[in-house]
């Protein structure tokens, strides 16, 4: 892979969207591998996303967990450290959240419901139809929040 730099500016590509079976590209940044971008402007938050999970790379950034921007499953995971997710429970019906692929294609959703789920209970977390979920630990880390997202109109 070929070392490039992320779109500086939020702007969609011409020519529509990527296939829904395509893979998402990653762009290497030091020792990561990013997919992309997440805004959620409700939150003041602007992160990379890492191409996948683990600790080192939760370390960073919040990280992919399963799934894609492209066919609409896309679920990001992060800490709960502030300047993470630590304050997704902040969040409110309707609030906007945007994620930018390496290769300027945006993304554009909106905040449909709010839960916490058991912290282990991963079918719980996978399933439904959510076009993203955006989830952390709860503080006493019994728990999950989730953030369940529908994409804005294409």
């Known amino acids: 892979m070929t070392e ?5 500016e939020h702007t969609d590509q ?6 829904p079976e395509e893979d998402m590209p990653a762009v290497a940044a030091g020792d990561l591998k ?8 409700a939150l003041g938050l602007e992160l990379p996303v890492c191409e996948r999970w683990s600790s080192e790379n939760a370390s960073a950034a919040p990280c992919r967990y399963k799934g894609s921007a492209y066919d609409g499953s896309l679920i990001i995971a992060g800490h709960s450290f502030r300047e993470h997710f630590g304050t997704l429970k902040e969040l409110e ?8 692929d390496t290769e300027g294609y945006t993304f554009r959703y909106e905040v449909i419901r709010i839960e916490q789920i058991n912290g282990r ?12 979920t955006l989830f952390t630990c709860a503080w006493d880390n019994t728990k ?6 529908r994409e804005e109109a294409k």
């Open 4 to 8: 490039r730099q992320m779109p500086e």
């Open 14 to 19: 011409p020519g529509g969207r990527p296939e």
């Open 34 to 41: 990013l997919i992309g971008r997440l805004s959620v402007p």
């Open 93 to 100: 019906y309707g609030d906007r959240v945007e994620f930018e």
């Open 121 to 132: 209970d991963i079918q719980g977390m996978e399933e439904g139809e959510w076009d993203l």
């Open 144 to 149: 999950r929040i989730a953030v369940r997202c």
